[in-house]
């Protein structure tokens, strides 16, 4: 299958992140959301990314119904769940997917000021599901799942800004925090973007033009850079 792509595309990501969860080999290929070629206008009825052309070559658009398919056309992440806790991973990966552009805003702030209102949603939702993880490794359990593969775009992103510019997205949550680790740790953030992910969202979010960017060069500035993103990249 071939998944159409923006490189930095957080719902893109959650796609990708799924199909390296599950081992299924897929082919990459980025266009200009500047410039969208006219084959990916004529079968991209919202003319968004992602696309998934599957081996069949049919086009499949809108990040929850990929997600829906992957998961349904090949063995799932977690076995025999039944439709309440299958409508529960839905919900749970939902109220991730709804805070991909809130973040995106958010690190894209051109003063503390802003970046504070920005956050707002942000926090509530961390506050959220600080709140209901537990002691297991990942979401549901020790073993990643369709909620943990949603949130990892948010939490693959914080950890980026925080060790770029020394922003704490995440704040004084343990439980995420942890959650953050192990999902990091897994190599899944990793395995699912570019080689040159980090450079190019550090170039658009974290440039001379953003409050973060410049806590990113304030930074740079006063430590050298001997902390490579061993999680991050």
């Excluded at 052309?53 to 056309?73: K, W």
Aim: hydrophobic share 40%.
């Amino acid at each position: 299958m071939k998944i159409v792509s923006f490189k930095i595309c957080p719902f893109v990501q959650r796609v990708t992140a799924l199909l390296e969860a599950k081992g299924i080999a897929y082919d990459l290929e980025f266009i200009s959301l500047s410039n969208k070629p006219q084959w990916f206008l004529d079968i991209s009825p919202n003319a968004q990314v992602p696309l998934l052309i599957t081996n069949e070559g049919e086009a499949l658009f809108e990040s929850d119904a990929i997600v829906e398919y992957i998961e349904e056309a090949y063995a799932p992440l977690r076995a025999g769940l039944t439709p309440v806790e299958k409508a529960r991973e839905r919900a749970w990966s939902y109220l991730a997917t709804k805070h991909y552009l809130p973040q995106c805003g958010a690190q894209r702030s051109a003063d503390q000021d802003i970046l504070t209102e920005r956050s707002q949603k942000l926090n509530k939702a961390f506050d959220t599901v600080e709140a209901q993880l537990g002691d297991t490794k990942f979401f549901a359990g020790d073993d990643i799942g369709m909620v943990d593969v949603a949130w990892l775009v948010l939490l693959h992103r914080a950890c980026i800004i925080e060790q770029k510019s020394g922003h704490d997205f995440l704040g004084n949550r343990p439980r995420l925090k942890s959650w953050q680790t192990n999902i990091m740790q897994s190599g899944l953030p990793a395995k699912s973007v570019a080689p040159d992910f980090v450079a190019d969202f550090s170039d658009f979010y974290l440039s001379d033009q953003t409050f973060l960017g410049r806590g990113a060069a304030a930074k740079s500035r006063e430590f050298s850079d001997s902390s490579p993103l061993e999680m991050c990249c």
